[in-house]
């Protein structure tokens, strides 16, 4: 390199250095900090940086949270920066920053003088890039939401066109073939035929009407509308729910009640669908001031750190986010060929 | 009415000549003026899910057929159901089915049950045979017939 394109190359890296929407921090073999610019100076606390050109020991640690690995969002274990074994050339990391509190940032950490044992710090700020990715993932949510809820509409529709109007129209057909029947016998026959007819009619609409809500759950409580929604599963599908309830037929908040009859509906159908299984357990209790559901299954089971979605994948989706409506926590634990556990605790407290 | 047929020989049978997996019966029960459509009798089954299910008219298999009178041939059930759609029939799932017949069986131009022939393959129910044992059900299912009968 010529001298003229070395000293170039130069005031392009001073200019990068000094201007740079990326902070930098140069620390020597014994983590003491040699530099930093000046937009590393805007985020980091005045303290923590004479801390740090003072080269005390876990100085960094006044500003540094922890880092993101694979087991936690916010860690010290094999921490970066005073035990760099694995690769660290791109993590993120949390940052108290000067003013404005806790924030992740994407960082590299890397030796750039092996004989001196010079390192480099590189920050690069993540709010803006998290908000976005926030934003798609909602975007991508409320839009598959909009398709579950026009799913369920034609369902419904169908339904109703399928069995409430047919029934309907053979019923008045029969109505209107009665003008012509001559013997007794023959209206009889038709009114008995019509009444069949009706009956039937008048179950299917029960059968949608407490598909949709069931009305038990407003008048008679959880714990009675769970009992006859299990009723339900086992006339439909052959699955046998085992229920223990503990509560003693006692009411809850209606949300309350709704978000437990929604998430257990929701698990058992899944266990219906992807679990393998003709027997579930059911358990709802109270304890320490709170209500717990208990759905248990000894399936198939399923992988719950891998996102493979066998569904619309909104179903989860909508169990937690149900359960924080209420101020609940809904953990599910599976493994491959271990079943599956699913448990929500809602606090009945301060309400 | 129907006591003094031994329908679980009859299912063998069928089992045995068409050599399918699953052989189920579905019959319904007076229970006032509802219909209860319920599997009465299976051969070939793996577990006794499709017994506690109580079929309602016009949903599942049994229900469809019922409804409709007409029989029904789903020579592969994996092309021609969507995965999400299939819990919609229970016994398709807890028996593993993939390839079936439903037949409805008549007495006295009525609906009076439900025979459902299955094959654990893919494409084992072909047409062909779909067309023998409606061909042969009088036959092989004495004192029913698989259509209605025109008047007179």
């Given at each position: 390199m010529t001298n003229n394109a070395h000293s170039e190359l130069v005031d392009s890296l001073i200019g990068m250095y000094e201007n740079s929407s990326e902070a930098f921090f140069f620390f020597n073999k014994d983590n003491k900090l040699l530099h930093l610019n000046p937009i590393a100076k805007e985020i980091v606390d005045t303290d923590a940086i004479d801390a740090m050109l003072e080269g005390q020991e876990r100085s960094i640690c006044q500003t540094c949270k922890g880092y993101t690995n694979t087991t936690e969002l916010i860690s010290c274990e094999n921490c970066y920066f005073s035990d760099?074994?694995?690769?660290?050339s791109s993590f993120q990391v949390y940052l108290d920053t000067k003013d404005i509190g806790v924030l992740p940032y994407v960082a590299s950490f890397h030796t750039i003088d092996s004989e001196k044992g010079t390192k480099v710090l590189i920050l690069r700020n993540l709010t803006k890039l998290l908000e976005t990715r926030e934003l798609l993932f909602k975007n991508t949510t409320i839009k598959q939401i909009i398709k579950a809820q026009e799913d369920e509409r034609k369902r419904i529709s169908r339904e109703l066109h399928d069995s409430v109007a047919q029934e309907i129209l053979s019923s008045l057909v029969d109505l209107r073939l009665m003008k012509y029947l001559k013997s007794p016998e023959e209206v009889s026959q038709k009114v008995q035929h019509m009444e069949a007819s009706l009956t039937r009619l008048l179950d299917e609409i029960r059968n949608m009407s407490v598909e949709l809500r069931p009305s038990s759950l407003d008048d008679l409580g959880i714990e009675a509308a769970l009992r006859s929604h299990f009723k339900w599963i086992e006339k439909n599908y052959g699955l046998v729910v085992h229920y223990k309830s503990e509560i003693k037929g006692k009411r809850f908040l209606n949300e309350i009640e709704t978000v437990v009859y929604r998430i257990c509906q929701e698990s058992i159908l899944n266990a219906l669908k992807?679990?393998?299984?003709?027997e579930v357990n059911v358990e709802l209790y109270e304890k320490d001031d709170n209500l717990i559901l208990k759905i248990v299954d000894d399936g198939i089971?399923?992988?719950?750190?891998?996102?493979?979605?066998?569904?619309?994948?909104?179903g989860l989706f909508g169990m937690k986010e149900r359960a924080e409506l209420v101020g609940g926590k809904l953990s599910i634990m599976s493994s491959m060929g271990k079943g599956t556990e699913v448990l929500l605790y809602i606090p009945l407290k301060e309400r | 009415m129907k006591n003094d047929i031994d329908f679980q020989k009859v299912i063998t049978a069928f089992k045995d000549k068409y050599e399918v997996d699953l052989v189920a019966l579905a019959f319904i029960q007076p229970a006032q003026l509802e219909y209860v459509l319920t599997w009465q009798y299976a051969i070939g089954n793996i577990n006794n899910r499709l017994k506690r299910i109580v079929l309602q008219s016009g949903k599942g298999i049994a229900g469809q057929v019922f409804k409709s009178g007409k029989p029904m041939h789903v020579p592969n059930v994996v092309t021609e159901y969507p995965e999400r759609d299939l819990f919609n029939y229970p016994i398709i799932v807890s028996e593993k089915i993939k390839s079936f017949c439903a037949l409805p069986l008549y007495r006295k131009n009525k609906v009076q049950g439900v025979l459902l022939l299955g094959y654990r393959?893919?494409?084992?129910?072909t047409y062909e045979l779909f067309e023998k044992v409606i061909y042969n059900i009088h036959i092989d299912f004495?004192?029913?017939?698989?259509k209605e009968m025109a008047k007179n």
């Amino acid at each position: 390199m010529t001298n003229n394109a070395h000293s170039e190359l130069v005031d392009s890296l001073i200019g990068m250095y000094e201007n740079s929407s990326e902070a930098f921090f140069f620390f020597n073999k014994d983590n003491k900090l040699l530099h930093l610019n000046p937009i590393a100076k805007e985020i980091v606390d005045t303290d923590a940086i004479d801390a740090m050109l003072e080269g005390q020991e876990r100085s960094i640690c006044q500003t540094c949270k922890g880092y993101t690995n694979t087991t936690e969002l916010i860690s010290c274990e094999n921490c970066y920066f005073s035990d760099p074994k694995q690769d660290f050339s791109s993590f993120q990391v949390y940052l108290d920053t000067k003013d404005i509190g806790v924030l992740p940032y994407v960082a590299s950490f890397h030796t750039i003088d092996s004989e001196k044992g010079t390192k480099v710090l590189i920050l690069r700020n993540l709010t803006k890039l998290l908000e976005t990715r926030e934003l798609l993932f909602k975007n991508t949510t409320i839009k598959q939401i909009i398709k579950a809820q026009e799913d369920e509409r034609k369902r419904i529709s169908r339904e109703l066109h399928d069995s409430v109007a047919q029934e309907i129209l053979s019923s008045l057909v029969d109505l209107r073939l009665m003008k012509y029947l001559k013997s007794p016998e023959e209206v009889s026959q038709k009114v008995q035929h019509m009444e069949a007819s009706l009956t039937r009619l008048l179950d299917e609409i029960r059968n949608m009407s407490v598909e949709l809500r069931p009305s038990s759950l407003d008048d008679l409580g959880i714990e009675a509308a769970l009992r006859s929604h299990f009723k339900w599963i086992e006339k439909n599908y052959g699955l046998v729910v085992h229920y223990k309830s503990e509560i003693k037929g006692k009411r809850f908040l209606n949300e309350i009640e709704t978000v437990v009859y929604r998430i257990c509906q929701e698990s058992i159908l899944n266990a219906l669908k992807y679990a393998d299984v003709d027997e579930v357990n059911v358990e709802l209790y109270e304890k320490d001031d709170n209500l717990i559901l208990k759905i248990v299954d000894d399936g198939i089971g399923f992988d719950t750190s891998q996102r493979v979605f066998k569904g619309t994948g909104l179903g989860l989706f909508g169990m937690k986010e149900r359960a924080e409506l209420v101020g609940g926590k809904l953990s599910i634990m599976s493994s491959m060929g271990k079943g599956t556990e699913v448990l929500l605790y809602i606090p009945l407290k301060e309400r | 009415m129907k006591n003094d047929i031994d329908f679980q020989k009859v299912i063998t049978a069928f089992k045995d000549k068409y050599e399918v997996d699953l052989v189920a019966l579905a019959f319904i029960q007076p229970a006032q003026l509802e219909y209860v459509l319920t599997w009465q009798y299976a051969i070939g089954n793996i577990n006794n899910r499709l017994k506690r299910i109580v079929l309602q008219s016009g949903k599942g298999i049994a229900g469809q057929v019922f409804k409709s009178g007409k029989p029904m041939h789903v020579p592969n059930v994996v092309t021609e159901y969507p995965e999400r759609d299939l819990f919609n029939y229970p016994i398709i799932v807890s028996e593993k089915i993939k390839s079936f017949c439903a037949l409805p069986l008549y007495r006295k131009n009525k609906v009076q049950g439900v025979l459902l022939l299955g094959y654990r393959e893919e494409d084992k129910m072909t047409y062909e045979l779909f067309e023998k044992v409606i061909y042969n059900i009088h036959i092989d299912f004495p004192k029913y017939y698989g259509k209605e009968m025109a008047k007179n």
